[in-house]
């Protein structure tokens, strides 16, 4: 997966410069912090990177696609490949926590039988297994972040933008939610993080950087050529040497490798979405289980 910006300017109305001649590359399997102050633009990037917004000047390429090229129909498509973590969760009230994961796989009509592996992998991926049947409110906020986090990953997207993922918590829980990230990152996930949270700007100091203030990208801790011009030869992408991040130790919320990497895996997509009910009843045992059932019927 793999991002390009090219000098790209988003406004609203003529004095509005949500971003300015803005220009950067992201390689596959990058972690990339996004900083600056609220309003500077870092949500606008993920609106452009999902196609929600259009660029009045410049173009954004996904897998060197340019999404002002993308029709109508495929907009749906190219979604998928891109998991949306927001600051305030966005999890359903109305399903329990196996639900609101296996949601995304109803929708692109996965059966049930890769519904459940996906999402057992997914639930120990982020260490909550025993939350399985629990709603959203029941939930602490880092649960929370991390069972969304799980569901941002259940369709296998390559990229994972994290929106200001730590706005809501505390600091105990927002350094649980980074590793988590961190970690996804490591199995082969591309990361964006976009934060101004000073505990997640320190704990991520070696990572790589973008800096936005007021709509212009003011730093970059490790451009790239890319940003401009793509690579042509084999021997430029050769020469193209980039210092490595400060080796850190890494975090694992569960010991399970193989189901981990199962976790992250790309989904291959289907063809036609049909109607799917995720499977709860024979997951557990009743005490397990909470007593409200949700009156819903995924379609
Ligand atoms: P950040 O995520 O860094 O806080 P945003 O990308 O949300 O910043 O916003 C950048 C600027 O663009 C802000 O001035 C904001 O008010 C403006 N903006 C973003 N989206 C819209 C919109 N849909 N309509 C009008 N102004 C917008
Ligand atoms: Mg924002």
Redesign the pocket.
């Known amino acids: 997966m793999s991002i390009r910006f090219e000098s790209v300017t988003?406004r609203?109305?003529e004095a509005?410069?949500?971003?300015s001649d803005v220009s950067f590359g992201v390689d596959p399997g990058e972690l990339v912090v996004l900083t600056?102050?609220?309003?500077?633009?870092?949500?606008?990037?993920m609106?452009l990177l999902i196609r929600e917004?259009t660029p009045e000047e410049g173009e954004v390429f996904f897998e060197d696609q340019s999404l002002a090229k993308l029709r109508h129909r495929q907009v749906p498509t190219h979604r998928r490949q891109i998991g949306v973590v927001f600051q305030d969760y966005k999890l359903l009230s109305e399903l329990n926590v196996w639900e609101n994961i296996a949601l995304p796989l109803s929708i692109i009509g996965k059966d049930e039988a890769e519904t459940e592996s996906r999402v057992t992998d997914l639930l120990k991926l982020v260490g909550l297994t025993d939350k399985a049947y629990l709603f959203p409110s029941q939930l602490s906020g880092g649960e929370a972040q991390r069972i969304s986090i799980a569901r941002a990953l259940a369709t296998g997207p390559s990229l994972i933008f994290a929106?200001?993922p730590t706005g809501n918590l505390d600091p105990a829980a927002s350094l649980e939610v980074i590793k988590l990230l961190r970690q996804i990152n490591r199995l082969g996930t591309t990361v964006l993080i976009?934060t101004?949270d000073a505990i997640v700007l320190e704990f991520l100091k070696a990572e790589r950087q973008l800096e936005?203030k007021l709509?212009k990208l003011v730093h970059d801790s490790r451009p790239h050529q890319k940003a401009k011009k793509p690579v042509e030869t084999k021997e430029a992408a050769e020469s193209e040497t980039l210092p490595e991040p400060e080796e850190t130790e890494v975090e694992s919320l569960d010991d399970d490798e193989p189901a981990e990497k199962a976790a992250v895996k790309k989904v291959p997509e289907v063809e036609k979405p049909k109607s799917h009910r995720p499977k709860t009843e024979e997951k557990s045992d009743n005490s397990k289980k909470s007593a409200k059932k949700p009156a819903h019927a995924v379609t």
């Open positions: 988003k609203f109305g509005t410069f949500a971003l600056g102050p609220s309003g500077s633009g870092k949500t606008t990037i609106r917004y929106d200001e976009a101004h936005l709509g």
